[in-house]
């Protein structure tokens, strides 16, 4: 819409756009100002005030208004100009009109789906980071706060990547990583902020305006781990590296539950067979487990937690159950209701299976030895009571072949007390043993 006033703010020309945004004719306007012709007073005075500072100033002015009308409510940005004679005086004003409500939408949207996507953000257990093309960190999530140490702040003011990161050829690497975004994922030595070192892995998602995100992982307990069960290492690691959790978003007012893609991939349910609501967590979760984890996360809802966590089975579509560790964010209005709570699953079936295979090792292995511990010692006992039972004239001429006896065992027997004691130091390292049956007779 374009409108032209007269140094008395007074409507002097008005296009046909006018008429077709807000359908009233031309010859309505003209020869008004905006508070005569009516309508609402709090736009007009507002236009009017815009008006007298353009003439007062000889400054453009912009001037954005809400105005409902038969359509619907509208939203407008007027940009005014005022024209000048040959003298450099101001003669007139020139108002144009833009409708902006459709932006003005788009941009209300998308601060929504900011907001979503920062809480998706702070619920989910693990380390996320928003950067631009330079490996300027932009935004982190709670995860990466809690275990890294700094605030939010501290990320916003300092250069905590350099930190993170104190030698110069960590801090390149990690930043080339950032920056060149290559496939799939890797290891670093990150340092908090209380100095502690800790095992970490990250990956990168880019975006077509160059800002990326990187997700990251706390593995520290997960190296540990493979220290212990070093036979298994390949195999742990390539089962944590495609592994992906399960996020969901629970409405706590409607029972309403919605499922990410990975909920199919990692328990097999087609979306068709998924209810939409609560029941398709409850309804899944092992008899044996669902009061515990039933009281344990009302009670975080009920008491006013920010989250929850917990250790069940869940059932899978083939008919098995899964290890699972679940963590969820409880969202809260203002007084404290709960009225979301947005968390994720993650598989640790693998990993429990392989800390039973360690443990059964052990024991088997403490069970042969002490089996065979018991052998030289039964045949010492045996010389020593066959030698007992001789009459003395006897036990000379049979001492040496009875201590032949016993030195053979006790060489034996030193010998499976030295595997004991090297198992020991074995397992200490981090070594799996596994017992290998031992031949007494040799």
Known sequence: MIVRFDADLRHIYCNPAVERQLGAPAHAFIGKTPLEIGGLRAQAEFMELSLRKALETGEEQEVEQS????????????????????????????????????????????NSQKEILERVFDSIPMMITYFDKT???????????????????????????????????????????????????RDFKTTTKYGTVIDTTWTN????????????????ARKKAEEVLQQSHERFRLANLATFNAIWDWNLQTDALWWNENFKALFGYPAEEIEPGIEAWINRIHPEDVDRIKVSIHTAIDSGQQSWSGHYRFHRKDGSYAEVEDRGYISREANGKPVRMIGAMQDITERKRLEQEATKARADFLFAVSHELKTPLFLMASAQELLESLPEEQRAGR????????????????????????????????????????????
Request: proline share 6%.
């Open 67 to 110: 105005f409902p009308l038969p359509s619907g409510l509208k939203r407008f940005l007027t940009r005014i100009v005022p024209e000048r004679d040959e003298q450099g005086r101001i003669q007139s004003l020139l108002a144009i009109t833009r409708d902006i409500t459709d932006r003005k939408q788009a941009e209300e949207e998308a």
């Open 399 to 442: 001492f040496l072949e009875y201590g032949e006896i016993w030195n053979r065992n006790l060489h034996r027997l030193r010998h499976l007390i030295e595997n004991l004691v090297d198992s020991q130091r074995s397992e200490g390292m981090g070594q799996k043993i596994t017992p290998v049956p031992t031949d007494i007779s040799e």
């Open 205 to 220: 998602l880019s975006f077509p305006d160059g800002v990326s995100i990187g997700i990251g992982q706390d593995i520290t």
């Open 135 to 185: 490996g300027k960190i932009k935004m982190v999530n709670r995860e990466l706060v809690e275990k890294l140490g700094w605030t939010f702040d501290d990320w916003k003011t300092e250069n905590i990547l350099a930190k993170s990161y104190p030698d110069p050829d960590d801090f390149k690497e990690a930043l080339d990583f950032m920056i060149n975004k290559p496939m799939g994922w």
